[in-house]
């Protein structure tokens, strides 16, 4: 990262003294909010926050409906888009409209709505607690799942007035559905179909370079990322994103910082692009939370956070040791896309998940796919979105 940095400041200095005139073009939605991406493709956006049990508010994000669809016209249905781990709902949205989940959805008129996970950048308000405190960061995927995913559901449904609606969640944001849908009843009723992109519940097998984090031990990982925010948007990322990914030359350079924990497929990446995907790739989790991925890798269980002692433990889940969750409880249709090449939900974790699902509706495995493909590649549209569509049309005429 320093390097890039570097070898940026070393480009202004160059571009400056010799006379440079005609850069390199940036995308503009590299320096856009979500709401500013949303209108800027002539699609209407409304924005709401919304207040979890334990006092997180979240914002979430709405296209009602597509560029070409009336505004009087009634939704198909509603369907939900949850992000994986760091990231946020901008994922959903940072391709072309022909090639973003979101906006190909709102075109075929569903009513789309996007989340934010607890601690990201669109999501770091509290009632009480100030993002500067460690109170604010004591929190997992336990905690999106306990509390984030059941407040946004329930706020999405009493605004629309729909019962049920379908869920896709990419990554992390198939481990908090799994979690939700199997320890909540009544929450799992609200969901039509499930879409798991990239699921990840074990990590047993995972390749990535997260999985050095489980080689130390938490105070060491405490000691180099502190015990608040990890992998936070910064001004030096935005200034790589805007200043030196949107020229050819570092394009290979930036596709392994941006991709160093997922895998990078350059040929399936629309390069053009990738000052968008770096300046809206990080948006920042809790330490707490890598801590849980560390402890993830290490058990190879799917469980929840161990809070370091028996007498902590007894506090938050009346019992010494976390409790494993069970996903066999969970009766929502679930249909599967996964990746050959995916170091983060590898193949053999997936493998093992799929006998526990059960009422798997659908499963695909994509040879070539890593685990940004899945919204990031230029084939995801063919590949993945089409099938998912066709799955959503068929439930709705049933």
Request: charged share 15%; glycine share 6%; with cysteine.
């Amino acid at each position: 990262m320093w390097q890039l940095l570097a070898a940026a400041c070393w480009m202004l200095i160059l571009g400056s003294t010799c006379g440079f005139k005609n850069g390199p073009i940036t995308n503009p939605e590299a320096n856009m909010n979500i709401s500013q991406i949303i209108s800027y493709w002539g699609y209407p956006c409304e924005k709401y926050d919304v207040v979890t049990k334990d006092g997180y508010i979240l914002g979430i994000y709405r296209i009602p409906h597509g560029r070409q669809c009336p505004s009087g016209t009634a939704p198909k249905s509603v369907v939900y888009l949850q992000h994986g781990l760091v990231t946020s709902a901008s994922n959903w949205i940072c391709n072309l409209p022909n090639n973003s989940l979101a906006f190909l959805l709102a075109d075929h008129g569903y009513d789309v709505w996007m989340g934010n996970s607890r601690g990201n950048t669109w999501s770091r308000k509290h009632l009480k607690l100030s993002p500067k405190s460690t109170e604010y960061w004591a929190f997992s995927f336990d905690e999106m799942a306990k509390y984030d995913l059941p407040a946004t559901l329930n706020f999405i449904t009493e605004k629309t007035g729909q019962e049920q609606l379908f869920y896709v969640g990419h990554s992390q944001g198939t481990t908090i559905g799994f979690i939700a849908f199997s320890t909540n009843p009544e929450l799992a009723k609200k969901i039509k179909v499930f879409f798991a992109l990239a699921p990840v519940v074990t990590v047993k097998y995972n390749q990535s370079p997260i999985k050095k984090l489980r080689t130390l031990p938490r105070e060491a990982i405490k000691v180099f990322f502190g015990d608040k925010a990890f992998c936070s948007h910064t001004f030096v990322r935005h200034f790589l994103a805007t200043k030196v990914c949107n020229q050819k030359l570092f394009h290979h350079v930036c596709s392994n910082v941006l991709f160093a924990f997922t895998g990078c497929n350059p040929k399936n990446l629309n390069m053009s692009r990738l000052d968008v995907y770096f300046a809206e790739s990080s948006e920042g989790t809790s330490v707490q939370n890598m801590l849980h991925w560390a402890q993830a890798a290490n058990s190879g269980q799917f469980q929840a956070f161990d809070w370091g002692n028996s007498n902590q433990n007894m506090i938050h889940f009346n019992q010494s040791a976390p409790p494993l969750y069970n996903v066999t409880k969970m009766e929502v249709p679930t249909a599967v896309w996964n990746g050959g090449q995916d170091i983060l939900a590898d193949p053999k974790d997936v493998e093992n998940l799929l006998p526990k699902i059960s009422n798997l509706i659908y499963h695909k495995w994509i040879p070539q796919y890593n685990h940004v493909d899945f919204y990031l590649g230029k084939d995801a549209s063919q590949k993945v979105y089409q099938d998912l569509i066709n799955l959503m049309e068929q439930y709705l005429q049933n």
